[in-house]
């Protein structure tokens, strides 16, 4: 996770002021629900009313989750979609208040100490235009381990391994697996299809120095998180039309799953939501593409690729994000053409909650469920 950012003595305090009450509204968390259906029937008048000033939608957050939302907020973060791409990637970011809130309650931040068993080091890989900066974490054991390759989120223009740690490093330890984490590069410096083109180049570069990373190619799968989900499935399908190394699995962790359609029923209800909203997700494909065709692109319109002998996924979403219909139509759209499907919808839990499992309880629920997933998917290890 990323380090929050220097701050002055004065707008310190009133951080950690607010983190206070932060701290002590996470302390009363409930007990978890773990995975949730979707809802039955929408909360009441006066619940609804409520949530609103907190989540931006009517559907209202666990109380941890909460209070990481509390804490974005007094990092001040100034609205993404307002901003130019080089200011948009200096702003406070959900890993930031998760650091925040951890040293608020005076426990370890350090990412080997959140996640023990997991050690990573950083290198590069060849990219189509140059070195691109990857992180391998490997688990504790002898090996040859399973492996994941994973891409983080940010809209295709934000972020990087730094800021997604988190969830790299819980698949690593929950799956057994050596996850390779890439910084793919980013648009708008670097537009479509840039970012899918050093995706499927990072798979590559995987299976073919699997015996160096201490891997196992017969035992790959491919995911991420938002856009970085949605590289993982644009992945498969170039894995699959150039009849490379199959993986056994996919895991995409709220995907963008199309991006002509922001009248979903999720961009609807959770159109002013935290930390994502529907106007930064049309800030992010607007500075992505380079033309308005490129929103059609089987590789960004998943919805209607083809989906045909892609291996199995798993989909994990929130239930308070504007991408959670996307992964509803995905999910239809991969049934249709034959794929194996498991989605669970978490309730009381925000788009980005997947990497923090430090404080959300509901974090540490999907990723583990994630990394079950992948352990049935790997199977044994294959006799040499």
Do not use: C
């Not at 890989?125 to 691109?132: K, N, S, Y």
């Not at 990087?160 to 996850?179: E, H, I, S, T, W």
């Not at 509901?362 to 469920?369: E, I, L, V």
């Amino acid at each position: 996770m990323q380090r929050p950012r220097p701050r002055s003595s004065h707008a310190r305090l009133a951080v950690m002021t607010v983190l206070a009450a932060a701290t002590a509204l996470a302390a009363i968390a409930p007990p978890s629900r773990g995975a949730d259906k979707p809802a039955s029937g929408a909360p009441t008048a006066s619940a609804a009313s409520a949530s609103l000033s907190k989540t931006g939608t009517r559907y209202p957050a666990d109380a941890d989750m909460q209070g990481v939302l509390d804490a974005l907020a007094a990092l001040d973060p100034k609205p993404i979609e307002t901003l130019e791409p080089s200011e948009a990637r200096r702003q406070p970011t959900a890993a930031d208040a998760i650091i925040a809130v951890l040293k608020q309650q005076g426990k370890e931040t350090a990412p080997s100490m959140l996640v023990p068993g997991v050690t990573s080091t950083d290198q590069t890989l060849p990219g189509p235009a140059g070195q691109l900066p990857v992180r391998i974490y490997t688990p504790a054991g002898a090996g040859p381990f399973p492996m994941v390759v994973y891409f983080h989120g940010g809209g295709w223009v934000l972020a990087d391994k730094n800021v997604y740690d988190a969830g790299a490093r819980g698949l690593a330890k929950q799956a057994n697996a050596v996850v390779v984490s890439v910084d793919y590069r980013l648009a708008p410096e670097a537009k479509f299809p840039a970012q899918h083109d050093d995706a499927l180049a990072t798979y590559k570069w995987a299976t073919a120095n699997a015996t160096v990373l201490n891997g196992d190619v017969r035992r790959i799968a491919l995911a991420g998180e938002s856009a970085g989900a949605n590289l993982a499935l644009a992945t498969a399908i170039g894995v699959r039309d150039q009849r490379l190394p199959a993986p056994v699995h996919v895991v995409a962790v709220y995907p963008i799953a199309q991006a002509s359609n922001l009248a979903t029923p999720s961009y609807q209800d959770s159109e002013r939501a935290r930390p994502l909203n529907k106007a930064m997700m049309e800030w992010f494909i607007s500075t992505t593409v380079a033309k308005a065709a490129d929103r059609q692109d089987p590789r960004i319109d998943l919805v209607n690729a083809d989906l045909k002998d892609l291996p199995a996924v798993t989909l994990i979403n929130a239930r308070i994000d504007p991408l959670r219909s996307d992964a509803d139509l995905l999910a239809a759209a991969l049934r249709k053409a034959g794929v194996k499907v498991e989605h669970r919808i978490y309730d009381g839990v925000t788009h980005e909650f997947f990497g923090m499992a430090a404080l959300v309880a509901k974090a540490r629920q999907a990723q583990a469920f994630a990394g079950q997933q992948l352990k049935q998917a790997f199977g044994a290890a294959p006799k040499a």
